[in-house]
């Protein structure tokens, strides 16, 4: 089965959905989805999304915090196309439906994150990514233009190496995508989905970690599939972690949102102490790389399984009111987090590096764009400030939609012949039900040695073990009828290979990036990205 337009997007997150709002006047859209359109990690976003609008901030303060925050590796001009074009993107959500949170007097309430030397971070009380998907959803569903795929999952990017004849793993000049291959979850028909451009907007993939705050859709297939296809990949080794989630709260890991902290929140161990203040002036608020250190330093330290995120001295019906999410869901826990301190650890949370993209949201294959989490434009650096990331998905998916348009526009596209999916494998039940214990060994194996502390040793530990996974997961992939579940399996080896090799080939510590053996960071030999490029199709 094969389906036609003039923009594909896989991903109905932020990214996706923004991507095809604007390109949509300009042809017709196909989005595919992995399961329901809203589930996504914009979904769950709680603290909001980081921009100028109060009086005493500035441009050059938002600027400055980003690049502070990266620890030396952002792109300043990724980083200021960000911040300068960010205010018009966050009004244009508020056209299009979005309610964020207001003052008495009107005016877009401001919260604090830690990193920002500023208040900017607009929200609606702490459900903002939900509000804002809401919002994206109705505004797409109805445009005449626009068709959402729900429960298909892309299963590799269609280029030249798909064609008849042309040699498999072959470098060529000029990879060109086509669309993706995608399987129906529902019918479990594998399609063609062609088009004349790609946008790639599949978002993170913390689910390779064994605790994370991401939901089960975050298993990293575009950064994947993009590498398999032999686009650029950069910067895997920095896996921010987030310093608090709720401490035993199931899979995915319940985030106590760092507005909390903005809030007055304060970080104390088990005992009491305020132990921040120990590791960075800025105390709780310091930015999200050093705090998670600092609780993996404490915990180790005391052998205790949490520290505590203490709001008991706020005033509790301001609590209430600013966090309605947080209060409810601690409160299933048995905790009223207005008289008693939050047991948190940190949860792996967002990925930094991605598929390379120029400053127009292109990759290094023509018609691929890229754009979100999936994405590497420069603009994280080594530790991504808070907040930022709904910020530079809006910015970058509309620079991507209007080159998009303008690389339709400028060329004439004749489809190459692109043979149908042959999946005539039949699925070993037994075999598979030995494969699927790898997705858990594979995120311990993570957990346990690519985590907030690394050493050489346990990244070749992970490397060797997780090498052997990955290609029992592919001859069984090889030979079997395709399922979401091995698809998934799949993709997660393939990230964690990537976010290995990268740590090892970066030989310093820098921002989430903290190796034993380096413990320094080295500014004359790696004040640059780490790019890994190879062709695995
Ligand atoms: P997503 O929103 O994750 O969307 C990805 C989409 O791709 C989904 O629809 C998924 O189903 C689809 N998909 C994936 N793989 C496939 C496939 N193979 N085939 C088809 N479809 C596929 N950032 C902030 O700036 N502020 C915050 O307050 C904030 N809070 C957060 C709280 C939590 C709990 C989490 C997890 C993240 C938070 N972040 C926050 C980060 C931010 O939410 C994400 O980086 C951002 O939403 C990513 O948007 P995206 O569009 O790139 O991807
Ligand atoms: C949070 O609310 O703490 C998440 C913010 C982010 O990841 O940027």
Known sequence: MEIISDFLVIGSGIAGLFYALKVADYGQVVIITKKERAESNTNYAQGGIASVFSPDDSYELHIQDTLNAGAGLCKREAVEIMVREGPKKVEELIQIGV???????????????????RKRIVHAKDLTGREIERALIEKVLSHPNVKIFEHHVAIDLIT??????????????????????????????????????????????GQVYLHTTNPLIATGDGVAMAYRAGAKIANMEFIQFHPTTLYNSGSPAFLISEAVRGFGGILRTKKGEDFMKKYDPRGSLAPRDIVAR???????????????????????????????HIYEKCLEFKIDITKEPIPVVPAAHYSCGGVLTDLWGRSSIVGLYAAGEVAMTGVHGANRLASNSLLEALVFSERAAIDSVRFVNENFFKFPEIPDWVDTGIFNMEEWVLISHDKKEIQQLMWDYVGIVRSTLRLERAKRRIELIANEVEEFYKKTKVTAEILELRNLATVALLIIRSALMRKESRGLHFNTDYPYRDDENWLRDTIIQDIRI
């Open 99 to 117: 309610e964020f949170t207001r003052t008495q007097n009107g005016k877009l309430d401001l919260g604090m994150e830690g990193g920002h030397s």
């Open 160 to 205: 030249e190496h798909h064609l008849v004849g042309i040699e498999k793993g072959k470098k060529l000049d000029n990879i060109h995508c086509w669309g993706v291959y995608a399987l129906d979850v529902k019918t479990g028909v594998v399609k063609k989905f062609l088009s004349k451009v790609t946008m790639l907007a599949t978002g993170g993939l």
């Open 294 to 324: 600092a609780i993996d330093t404490e915990l180790k330290k005391s052998g205790d399984e949490y520290v505590y995120l203490d709001l008991t001295h706020l005033d509790p019906d301001k609590v209430k009111d600013r966090f309605p």
